[in-house]
């Protein structure tokens, strides 16, 4: 049994994700007591309170390894032996943006060198090189609502004939699946209990990290300051009605952006939360925050390799029947490492397009990643951007969506076209 209890406190501007026991204060654990917490998680008679979670954050590196063994031997009852990745093409629709995230270099103001929103035809360019290259996931990244701050995007819109950003996302989406094999997978931003339900008729499963629970970021100078759509109140709502329509839905931590070892606890908590409620997370990201040149977050320490590992490791005991991925550019060259902290999946990787959130880092050749994650003594598997326990549910009601799922996958629900 779970030692905790958790609600919202608090109205949108100053939210907070509290739990009963964050108000108590933590108690200190030793390396022994530690570790024989650890040794009883592995024989399964026991569980992590928030309080042993926060503590395994920080423990020394004697216990570390024991650490790391609970959560591959928890990864290992849920997905035996393999473990995945989805082959997909980037298509950054818009890089106009009306928040202004202190780690970002992929938003764009209108006028400045880069800032681009793609046409239909160069959607489809992508896709097409995409197919030819085995590739089964079009994951859309796009800039939050920016024709709500800049005349130019709103005279874009009007050119290709869409009242939003949203509609025209809308759109790309269905033209995706109607005239391609690639299923659309959107990070659209924050939605609405309408936008939720149309983007789900184009799209098998979507996205919306939520990065933290924390609502202090968004103070002056703090990570999430002048970003109105990093709300964590605002962020949670949208994963909740995803989770109430019943949306296959990828959410995740970023860490390293400001945030206490408590507040990345409190945030898997608050999502792990809103999955036993209505079960519809099929992906956690654990996204390390990496300096890049021109962002204004530039001089900021970047988390360690090894609070990466207890990060990942304290998100698969605290969810052991979840998918918990971790990005491999963003942790190479050593990001085999994160493999024995419990991930059972590499997110999305591309033969084709670069990452645009972190262009700095190169994803792995595919060939590359195959061989590390054998070395591990796993089997590297392509999956769609739905992950296979979720596809019966898109399956039960006849539509385009059915159909393109159903063509896209194989018997065990991972990708037909796997290269
Ligand atoms: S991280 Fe997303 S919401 Fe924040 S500035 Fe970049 S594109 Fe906009």
Known sequence: MYDFCTRYVGDESTFLWKTDASLTPFTDSSSDTLARLL????????SLSRNDACQLLLCDNDVLPELLAAARSSKERFKPGVVTYSRKVFIPLTNLCRDYCGYCI??????QPGAHTMTPDEVLEVVRKGEKLGCTEALFSLGDKPELLFPEMRETLRHLGYHSTLHYLEAMCELVLRQTTLLPHPNPGLLNTVWVRRLA?????????????????LRPGAAHDNAPDKVPAKRLRTIEEAGKQGVPFTTGLLIGIGESREDR???????RDLHRRYGHIQEVIIQNFRVKPGIRMQHWTEPSHGDMLRTIAVSRLLMPEVNIQAPPNLSAPYYDDLLDAGINDWGGVSPLTPDFINPERPWP????????????????????????EFIPQILLRPSLLAERVQAAANPQGLARRAA
């Not at 040794?39 to 026991?46: A, H, L, V």
């Open 39 to 46: 040794s009883e998680i592995q024989g399964g008679s026991s």
């Open 265 to 271: 606890v409190d945030t898997l908590l608050a999502i």
């Open 365 to 388: 050749h595919l060939e590359q990643l195959r061989a590390r994650t054998e070395s591990k003594g796993y089997k590297l598997e392509q999956r769609l951007p739905i992950y296979p």
């Open 106 to 111: 992929f938003r764009r103001d209108p006028g």
């Open 201 to 217: 008729e184009v799209s098998p499963s979507m996205g919306l990290m939520l990065e933290t629970t924390n609502s202090d970021l």
